[in-house]
């Protein structure tokens, strides 16, 4: 058996097309295609992230503004990001990682206000997503991007899901966490593991579904893998002048399915930053539902059972 690619650039373009539409009805609406700010890191290994981000924006008619941040005080930095986000001519921010000066995602998060965040990462945004418990409701939410990546190739495989098993390798706040999310809403029995975790292939070989994001390059050896199962490869890695996942070659052999690095996750990702650009600025103009939580409900009145009714409109 020799594993389905599970081909992430034909992925990128559908999601594309779903960014064209929506910009086109903003464009009919207030005469112009939404905008969104790339604030750019300027390490050169950014370059060629930028130039898909570049390509995608064109594609999907979203205007791509390009921002960079100056060094500087960690204060003044995130001044200036707040500013970028202030910008009336600015529908939906996403700031390149590594992120300048030194910042934490969470001081990232923080500046940026929900309605133009195209990353998932303010948290309300962010504990919108959590709040939603079935795919149904987190579906159209503004999600971290890879992690929304992830649940759109798991989908793009057409394999039955609800009630298997599904191991997300790796943690973190931007990938792991919200990866393991999204396949719980979609009805998968998730286990998230990290670097301390043990028993970590006797797990993987659980897995129906398995997601590798530990930035391990070939950490996942193809004896973890159950046979037919879903790998979705999150990892990407410089090795040798490669980029390479941290699924170990011949993961093809026992995968019924698989994400190449590179064309896997990574264009599935950038479509989606694109998308979300596009849907935050619809719903500016009420084209589509809210996407964020009001700053402080109780400050306009909302009781929790008509919160509930107010973040998730039927
Ligand atoms: P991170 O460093 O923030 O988190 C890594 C996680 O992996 C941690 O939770 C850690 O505990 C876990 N981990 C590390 N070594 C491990 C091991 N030996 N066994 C089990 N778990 C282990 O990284 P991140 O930002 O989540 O990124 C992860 C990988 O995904 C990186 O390679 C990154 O480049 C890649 N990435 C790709 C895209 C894309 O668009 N393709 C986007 C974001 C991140």
Not at 138 to 149: D, E, Q, S, V
Not at 174 to 179: E, H, L, R, W
Not at 207 to 214: M, P
Request: hydrophobic fraction near 50%; include cysteine; charged fraction near 20%.
């Amino acid at each position: 058996m020799s594993a389905r690619v599970l081909d992430g650039r034909a992925l990128s373009k559908k999601i594309t097309r779903e960014a064209r539409a929506l910009s086109r009805s903003i464009k009919r609406r207030r005469g112009h295609a939404p905008c969104l700010a790339i604030v750019a890191a300027a390490h050169a290994s950014a370059r060629s992230y930028l130039q898909a981000k570049l390509r995608a924006c064109a594609a999907a008619g979203v205007k791509a503004s390009v921002r960079q941040l100056a060094a500087g005080p960690r204060a003044r930095v995130l001044d200036r990001l707040a500013r970028i986000a202030a910008d009336p001519g600015v529908d939906a921010v996403l700031v390149e990682s590594p992120y300048p000066a030194g910042l934490s995602t969470a001081e990232v998060a923080a500046v940026l206000p929900p309605g133009k965040d195209a990353e998932g990462l303010s948290p309300a945004i962010y504990g919108r997503l959590f709040l939603a418990k079935s795919w149904k409701e987190a579906r159209g939410l503004i999600a971290p991007c890879t992690a929304a990546a992830v649940a759109r190739l798991a989908l793009a495989a057409k394999t039955p899901l609800a009630g298997r098993r599904a191991v997300v390798i790796g943690r973190s706040i931007v990938v792991g966490q919200p990866a393991a999310h999204l396949l719980s809403a979609l009805d998968l029995t998730v286990t998230l593991a990290h670097h301390l975790t043990r028993g970590l292939p006797a797990l993987c070989r659980e897995a129906d579904v398995l997601v590798a994001a530990a930035g391990r390059p070939g950490l996942v050896k193809p004896s973890w893998i159950k046979r037919g199962a879903l790998v979705i490869d999150v990892g990407v890695s410089l090795a040798q002048g490669r980029l390479v996942g941290d699924v170990a070659p011949g993961a093809a052999a026992r995968a019924a399915y698989l994400t190449p690095v590179p064309g896997g996750v990574g264009p599935v990702t950038t479509a989606v930053a694109v998308l979300q650009a596009a849907r935050l600025a619809a719903a500016a103009l009420n084209i589509q539902r809210r996407l964020h939580a009001p700053t402080n409900p109780a400050h306009r009145g909302l009781s929790k059972s008509n919160l509930r009714a107010f973040l998730f409109p039927s």
